[in-house]
């Protein structure tokens, strides 16, 4: 139960409830007192809790100078902990760019205000930002907002929804760049033609719809009873300011470990594969570093992914085919799978959907295709 003797306190004419909050002392060895102010017991409790538990997690909630140095300190000391390494990199990246020198900088955060954060939005919408992006950036200051009022640094929660208005998200055209029938049996050809070594990585993504980070991730244990196993990934992450491989055995979503069906002619590949990957690993022998992986780099690494994408655009020219990405062939994977009336459920269940909704959104494009046919098919029945 809220403790009910607080002191009380008029502020522009409403009545809030205050406590006066002891933190750790100045570095001139000063004492450093807060007041934290909220319109009810209960809320106010809610507030000094937050205070104690942030103290103990590495926020200064002293420093309250500035936007620029606490949120800093917060996004640091806080916001990033217990994300993924490759979450971590892609919010820097937004916080560098876009968030570390802009005009809400140098903005006191006690007097921060829902004007400030609408005049940033709209310097961002001028300067050609997208909307995407704008959200994106939002998304990660709400949570700084919210702590901020709870923190009882600013008196108004501005992490409220309508406390600011976005740019609005224009959708566009759900149409997934994918290969006609006709252009993959153009490609296969090409590869099988030209002894292309990456070969049967593409026809592995197009035979079981993996992401590319799924595939290069994948060991010989990974596959068995012809189905692949797929628990792990690979990205390309930023540490101590250098790229490095890591693999990851956290899924996208919940469903995304997964038991996916290897069609016959590409397990008959794979086993040739592996028997031409033991053969040359016994011949180079402790050149070889062996972590067991299906696709690995001649010395038996990880594939950097931008390496393989760079390789997979340059065999889809020579082919004479248009530039597509990687993706796209797991896109073209669900393509073929409609098209050959395998059920929605299923189709999202193979691909690893958090649910059946993602993927009717993802390929509504190939529902009206599918609806289209059905109808020429009621047609020609009566």
Same mark, same amino acid.
């Given at each position: ?59 200064? %909630? +002293?420093?309250? &100078? ?10 640091? !000391?806080?916001? @990033? #902990? =217990? $994300? /993924? %390494? +490759?979450?971590? &990199? ?10 570390? !020198?802009?005009? @809400? #900088? =140098? $903005? /006191? %955060? ?273």
């Amino acid at each position: 139960m809220a403790r009910t003797t607080y002191k009380k306190r008029l502020i522009d004419g409403v009545e809030y409830f205050y406590e006066v909050v002891e933190l750790p002392r100045k570095s001139n060895g000063k004492r450093n007192r807060k007041h934290v102010c909220a319109r009810s017991a209960a809320e106010l409790k809610k507030k000094l809790d937050k205070i104690h538990n942030d103290l103990y997690n590495g926020v200064d %909630i +002293s420093n309250t &100078n500035t936007f620029g140095s606490l949120f800093y300190d917060w996004f640091y !000391n806080t916001h @990033l #902990k =217990n $994300k /993924k %390494i +490759s979450t971590q &990199n892609r919010y820097e990246g937004v916080y560098n760019l876009y968030i570390r !020198n802009s005009n @809400l #900088k =140098n $903005k /006191k %955060i006690k007097s921060l205000k829902a004007i400030d954060l609408q005049k940033f939005y709209n310097s961002l919408e001028n300067e050609n930002v997208s909307a995407n992006t704008i959200k994106i950036i939002h998304n990660i200051i709400k949570p700084f907002l919210h702590f901020v009022y709870i923190s009882g640094l600013n008196i108004r929660d501005l992490s409220i929804s309508g406390t600011v208005k976005l740019p609005k998200i224009v959708k566009t055209n759900n149409y997934k760049t994918v290969l006609s029938l006709e252009d993959q049996q153009k490609f296969i050809d090409y590869l099988t033609a030209t002894d292309n070594s990456d070969r049967l990585i593409y026809m592995f993504a197009l035979g079981t719809g993996l992401r590319l980070g799924e595939i290069l991730a994948l060991t010989w244990d990974d596959i068995t009873d012809g189905m692949v196993n797929v628990n792990k990934n690979i990205k390309c992450v930023k540490i101590d300011d250098k790229w490095t491989i890591i693999v990851q055995d956290t899924p996208k979503t919940e469903k995304s470990n997964r038991i996916v069906p290897i069609p016959d002619n590409i397990l008959s590949e794979l086993a040739l594969h592996q028997k031409k990957q033991n053969e040359f690993k016994n011949f180079i022998g402790d050149m070889y570093t062996d972590n067991n992986i299906v696709f690995p780099t001649e010395l038996g690494t990880y594939i950097d992914p931008s390496n393989l994408n760079r390789r997979f655009k340059k065999s889809l020219v020579k082919a004479g085919l248009n530039s597509i990405k990687f993706h796209s062939l797991r896109h073209t994977y669900a393509t073929r799978l409609f098209e050959n009336n395998v059920q929605p459920k299923v189709v999202s269940d193979l691909l690893g959907h958090k649910d059946i909704t993602t993927t009717l959104n993802i390929y509504t494009w190939v529902m009206e295709s599918q609806k289209n046919k059905a109808l020429e098919a009621i047609n020609n029945i009566f």
